[in-house]
């Protein structure tokens, strides 16, 4: 059985790309899931796929982060890897389709594990805003959050892999704020899109634009749109329920693929497992510096 790939929200569980992406297991918070319930069902995904990767946005409430590291606690396991992510609500469930996409590959699980940090690399995750005044995730200068109070102002904001925010209306587009950039005169700005071809899945919230799909797509070249329900926590993390969340990111498993497998593997010097990158997904360790070596002494 593949790796299991675990979430602490619905929210964060995409339809799947194709017939065999597995499904991905929900492992509740306190509010809604006794622990001992939480530890049975930690125990079965064990017994059933051997390892757990599961995936916790940063800004989940802490009470559910404390709940993850008291059942693998409990369960004494060390087959159980705890995931954060710094995306939005939108870009982390397409992360966590990716991992599960992948999950069904010939990938170790701590190849798989510590492949979370390289995918979020990939995900351009942002969110057109009827304000930004109350943005307090991505950098956005005093101007724009004063614009932000203006019946009528949107603005078209990226979280992820950099912070931009522009100005948008019906002239196309305005730069604003911290991280907007200006492009030739007269022409809109955009945000910064991928130098590679992406997919764009998108969520409607209580705004009314189509920009991500027919401006900010046909710039940055996507090749396909999807559309999903928005997460509940959406409007938390952007401060506003006034907008439309979008993700642009690699949906070929193939690529997918070559970009985890191409990275080099190394050993975890503490728990032993596979990892690529400078740290394990697992128990969290650093891979050590080499020592320098000394340099032979002239006579």
């Given at each position: 059985?593949?790796?299991a790939i675990a979430v602490t929200s619905p929210d964060l569980v995409l339809p799947p790309?194709?017939?065999?992406?597995?499904?991905?297991?929900?492992?509740?918070?306190?509010?809604?899931?006794p622990l001992d319930a939480a530890v049975a069902d930690a125990q079965l995904l064990l017994?059933?796929?051997?390892?757990?990767?599961?995936?916790?946005?940063?800004?989940?409430?802490?009470?559910?982060?404390?709940?993850?590291?008291?059942?693998?606690?409990?369960?004494?396991?060390?087959?159980?890897?705890?995931?954060?992510?710094?995306?939005?609500?939108?870009?982390?469930?397409?992360?966590?389709?990716?991992?599960?996409?992948?999950?069904?590959?010939?990938?170790?699980p701590g190849v798989l594990a510590s492949a979370a940090r390289l995918l979020t690399h990939?995900?351009?995750?942002?969110?057109?805003?009827?304000?930004?005044?109350?943005?307090?995730?991505?950098?956005?200068?005093?101007?724009?959050?004063?614009?932000?109070?203006?019946?009528?102002?949107?603005?078209?904001?990226?979280?992820?892999?950099?912070?931009?925010?522009?100005?948008?209306?019906?002239?196309?587009?305005?730069?604003?704020?911290?991280?907007?950039?200006?492009?030739?005169?007269?022409?809109?700005?955009?945000?910064?899109?991928?130098?590679?071809?992406?997919?764009?899945?998108?969520?409607?919230?209580?705004?009314?634009?189509?920009?991500?799909?027919?401006?900010?797509?046909?710039?940055?070249?996507?090749?396909?749109?999807?559309?999903?329900?928005?997460?509940?926590?959406?409007?938390?993390?952007?401060?506003?329920?006034?907008?439309?969340?979008?993700?642009?990111?690699?949906?070929?498993?193939?690529?997918?693929?070559?970009?985890?497998?191409?990275?080099?593997?190394?050993?975890?010097?503490?728990?032993?497992?596979?990892?690529?990158?400078?740290?394990?997904?697992?128990?969290?360790?650093?891979?050590?510096?080499?020592?320098?070596?000394?340099?032979?002494?002239?006579?």
């Amino acid at each position: 059985m593949p790796t299991a790939i675990a979430v602490t929200s619905p929210d964060l569980v995409l339809p799947p790309t194709d017939p065999q992406t597995p499904p991905a297991a929900v492992l509740p918070g306190p509010a809604t899931r006794p622990l001992d319930a939480a530890v049975a069902d930690a125990q079965l995904l064990l017994e059933r796929h051997g390892h757990v990767i599961v995936v916790c946005p940063a800004s989940a409430p802490a009470a559910e982060e404390r709940r993850l590291h008291t059942v693998r606690s409990l369960l004494e396991s060390d087959r159980i890897a705890i995931v954060r992510t710094e995306l939005p609500p939108l870009g982390a469930a397409v992360l966590v389709r990716q991992l599960r996409q992948l999950s069904g590959c010939d990938f170790s699980p701590g190849v798989l594990a510590s492949a979370a940090r390289l995918l979020t690399h990939y995900v351009y995750a942002g969110a057109v805003l009827g304000s930004v005044a109350k943005l307090d995730r991505v950098p956005v200068g005093l101007t724009s959050h004063v614009k932000g109070w203006l019946p009528g102002a949107q603005f078209g904001v990226l979280a992820g892999p950099v912070a931009e925010l522009v100005r948008i209306g019906s002239g196309g587009g305005q730069a604003s704020g911290a991280g907007s950039r200006s492009g030739r005169p007269g022409a809109p700005d955009i945000l910064t899109g991928p130098e590679f071809t992406t997919d764009l899945v998108l969520a409607r919230g209580q705004l009314q634009t189509d920009w991500p799909a027919t401006v900010l797509a046909p710039r940055w070249q996507v090749r396909a749109v999807q559309e999903t329900t928005l997460p509940e926590s959406s409007p938390r993390w952007w401060g506003t329920g006034k907008l439309v969340e979008f993700a642009a990111h690699l949906s070929d498993l193939s690529v997918l693929y070559q970009l985890v497998a191409s990275v080099r593997r190394e050993t975890c010097h503490w728990c032993r497992m596979e990892l690529i990158g400078d740290r394990c997904g697992f128990c969290a360790a650093p891979l050590p510096t080499a020592e320098p070596i000394a340099a032979p002494l002239s006579r």
